[in-house]
């Protein structure tokens, strides 16, 4: 693991391989990925595919990556669609599979695709999607090592997931959706009433202003001159470590639900190292690293909920992807590619679930 989509030009990626779905023909291709490859790596890499000869779709080639960023090139010729009952879908799973295991026979540690039989090839997104995620997912999975696998697309619009869940989402997030502001000033006034209500009489004025009319002044930085004293360092040092019962709480579920290290971290699309870092109280994780545990480990909502607040988080109603993330849970749909496949869709990149995006 992981597995990031990220929005690039797969030409100018650095990494140890780019995917390029050259013809079977093994002629440079005549647009959208394998056109752009070919034609950043210069005429070399054309020569060298005319010294492999032809390459049947479900069988991957390897050539160096001349002038490219990515060191080497793997050819993966793709079906073209025509009606969807000719046996494509197959057809584009061999695709996947055989550069797949080139990559790992080789030792790749990161290895960037395009979307296969989508565009020139005239495979429906969706399908096209389907297909990617599902032979990723398998194969991360009974990877006995780290690989990342880039799904590189130009744009939003070049990539989309199925449309029905996609429409499902949006309805939740809209039924669920609190604006921020209007968020705080509910929970405010809520404040305020349970205050009266303690007080058992309601005030002629509004606590609100009170309270506001008695805080004291917000100084910045610049602005204190007075000397102080130095931070208590024991302090620092406590506010700093991450909280322990976060780990603690995640070993437990893993020891209680039977599963090991890797099968919760492969699920969370989270790296070997990072994972032992949050076990290991050696960092506090992030809210994406959190809320990919929680999809890791299968967690109810109540569950997701408690692991959350262990290290410091809940799900916000006026947070969008908390709200795409919480959708998935409540349905206990715990496929980390599909969660991220929504997120992207809808705009956002920088919520994605699992390591560090590229």
């Given at each position: ?77 793709s079906p073209r669609w025509q009606d969807g009952t000719r046996g494509e879908e197959a057809q584009l799973r061999s695709a996947w599979q055989a ?115 008695m805080a004291p002044p917000d100084y910045d930085a610049a602005d204190i001159t007075a000397p102080h004293a130095p931070p208590d360092a024991s302090m620092l040092e406590k506010t700093l470590r991450p909280s322990p019962g976060f ?112």
């Amino acid at each position: 693991m992981p597995y990031l989509i990220v929005r690039q030009d797969i030409s100018r990626m650095q990494v140890d391989a780019v995917v390029s779905p050259t013809p079977q023909s093994m002629l440079p291709g005549d647009g959208g990925a394998s056109g752009a490859i070919f034609a950043a790596a210069g005429p070399e890499l054309a020569r060298a595919c005319a010294l492999l000869g032809r390459c049947p779709v479900g069988q991957a080639s390897l050539t160096p990556g001349y002038l490219l960023p990515a060191a080497h090139v793997i050819h993966a010729p793709s079906p073209r669609w025509q009606d969807g009952t000719r046996g494509e879908e197959a057809q584009l799973r061999s695709a996947w599979q055989a550069a797949l295991a080139l990559a790992a026979r080789h030792g790749f540690d990161t290895v960037a695709f395009p979307l296969l039989g989508a565009g020139a090839h005239g495979f429906p997104h969706e399908v096209a999607l389907h297909v990617a995620a599902g032979e990723i997912n398998s194969f991360l999975l009974r990877l006995d090592r780290d690989m990342t696998i880039y799904l590189a697309v130009f744009s939003r619009s070049a990539y989309s997931a199925s449309q029905r869940l996609a429409q499902d989402v949006r309805t939740y997030v809209d039924d669920h959706y609190v604006d921020e502001h209007l968020s705080r000033s509910l929970q405010r006034r809520r404040r305020l009433r349970e205050d009266e209500e303690a007080i058992g009489w309601t005030l002629p004025f509004s606590l609100e202003d009170a309270r506001e009319a008695m805080a004291p002044p917000d100084y910045d930085a610049a602005d204190i001159t007075a000397p102080h004293a130095p931070p208590d360092a024991s302090m620092l040092e406590k506010t700093l470590r991450p909280s322990p019962g976060f780990a603690a709480r995640m070993i437990a579920l893993i020891d209680s639900r039977g599963m090991t290290d890797p099968e919760v971290y492969k699920r969370a699309n989270l790296t070997k190292q990072a994972f032992y870092k949050v076990k290991n109280e050696l960092s506090q994780p992030r809210k994406s690293t959190a809320l990919a545990l929680c999809i890791g480990l299968r967690l109810s909502l109540s569950e997701a909920e408690m692991l959350l607040a262990l290290a410091g988080y809940a799900f916000s109603p006026a947070s969008k992807p908390d709200l795409i993330v919480r959708y998935f849970i409540e349905r206990r749909l715990y496929d980390v590619m599909e969660i991220n496949s929504v997120l992207f869709q809808e705009g956002f990149e920088s919520a994605l679930l699992g390591s560090a995006s590229y």
